[in-house]
Structures are given as structure tokens and as C-alpha cells.
């Protein structure tokens, strides 16, 4: 595995879960990764010793951070942004302000990300948005807020794919549905909903995930691009 050899990475919110992941596979691949945490140290710490990565504390709800990170990162050849969160419950009962910061990480900052990427990407390069497969379809209550970040998503993906394809830049999303990490654990309470609208009824692996962001990072997905890559267990099927 060496598609990515001297490809200069950053990755947004790398620290735990799906993002590392792809921090892990695109370090295989023979990237020069950096990635970005804000609440787990140690654990960026301890990916960083493992891959040979390297960790910048990088808080996605603060734009102007956000954007001087992908500025320092010079010309990158790939940006994934990961870093999300998600809020559920009744939307009479959640707090506006929390609503309001997760717009911040899940729509934000993916959006002011991949324009400061682009300003010095080269022709080649990739801009992959984690979004999710409820940006598709919302199968049960109490996700409308995170939900409508991830359709932000698809908006922004096929948006700048318009803009930035003249430039051979690609720009794509990967849309998981339920993978088994601290936002979703595969022994959490929406576990029978889940695998109820599922053909394939367990949790995806974090690893999974990670391996359709280093196909649509590699060389050989230069002709995709504005698309919604689902990798769901049939739950949109
Ligand atoms: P986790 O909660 O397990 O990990 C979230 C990651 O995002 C951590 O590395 C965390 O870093 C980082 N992050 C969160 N907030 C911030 C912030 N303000 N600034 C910087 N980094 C931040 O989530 P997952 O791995 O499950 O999710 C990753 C992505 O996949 C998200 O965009 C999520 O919406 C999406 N997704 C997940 C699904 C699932 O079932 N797991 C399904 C569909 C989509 P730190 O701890 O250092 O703050």
C-alpha cells in the first residue's frame, strides 16, 4: 500500500474513531499526515507516536482556527475533514447554543476548510467531507439537527466540485451509516432501530470507512467527483 506516497494530508478531527482510522490508513499508504484533536490529548498523542502523523490541537468550532491550520498546512494534496458531532433528542428540548456550536464543526468548518485548502491545492488534489447517511434519509426522530448538517454536506460537496473541477480538484463525501465508535458504539441504545432499517445488521468498522477515503484520496478516483459515497449496511436501500 503506497498510493499515497510524498501526498501531503491533513485531516480534521483525527483523534478517536473514524478519523483515525483514516489517519492510520492514509499513514499506510506513505502519506505525510497531519490531523487535528481538541478534546483527546493523550489519544492524539498516542496515534501520532503509532503512525509517525503528526497532532495539532485545532478546536473545529472556531473558524478563524480552523482556517489558519489549513493555511499553515501550505499546498496540501488531500483534506478530509472529519471532525463532527452530533446532537439527538427532542428538538423542544435541546439547547440552541449546542445546536449552534455543532452547525459550527459539522457545516463551518468542512465549508471554510475546503475553500483555504483550495486556494493552494495543486491540480490532483482531493477534498473528501465526512457527512453521513442521514444526510439521505432520516429513518426515526430526534436527529433533525444533525441531520440537517449532513445534508449541508451534500450541498457543499456538489457545490464545490463545480468550482474546483476545472482545477482537477475533486470533492466528494463519505456518508457512513451506524460505525461502531464513542458516538455510536455497536452495544448503544439505538442498536435495535438501527438494525432494523439495516440489510447488513451490525456496526461498521471504523477501518471500513477509512478505506473508501483513501480510494477517493488515491490515484485512482481522479474522475469522481460531487458525489455522495454511502457506506451504510443497506439502511438506505
Ligand atoms: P467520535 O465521536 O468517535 O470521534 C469524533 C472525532 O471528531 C474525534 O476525533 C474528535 O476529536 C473530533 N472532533 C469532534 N469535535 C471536534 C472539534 N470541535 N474540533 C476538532 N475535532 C473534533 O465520532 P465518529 O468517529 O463516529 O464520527 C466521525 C465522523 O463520522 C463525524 O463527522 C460523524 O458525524 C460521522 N458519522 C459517524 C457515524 C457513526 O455511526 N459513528 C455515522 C455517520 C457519520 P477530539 O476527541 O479530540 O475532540
Redesign the pocket.
Known sequence: MAGLKGKRALV??????????IVRRLAAEGAEVV???????E??ERLAGETGARAE??????REA?VARVRESGALDVLV??????MMGDPLELDADEVD?MI???VH?PYHAAVEAARRMPEGGRIV??????GNHVGFPGIAA?AL??SAVQGMVRGLARDFGPRGITVNAV??????????PADGPLKDTLYGLMSIKR??R?DE?AGMVAWLAGPEAGFVTGAMHTI?GGYGA
Do not use: C, E, W
Open positions: 480534521l478531527g483525527g483523534s478517536r474513531g473514524i478519523g483515525a482510522a490531523f487535528t484533536y481538541a478534546g483527546s490529548r489519544a492524539a490541537l485545532t478546536d473545529s468550532a472556531d480552523v475533514v472529519n471532525a463532527g458531532v452530533a456550536r459550527r464543526i459539522n468548518a467531507v465526512i457527512g453521513s447517511n442521514v444533525y448538517t449532513k456518508q457512513p451509516g451506524p460505525v461502531d465508535t464513542d458516538m455510536n456496526h461498521g471504523p470507512i451504510d
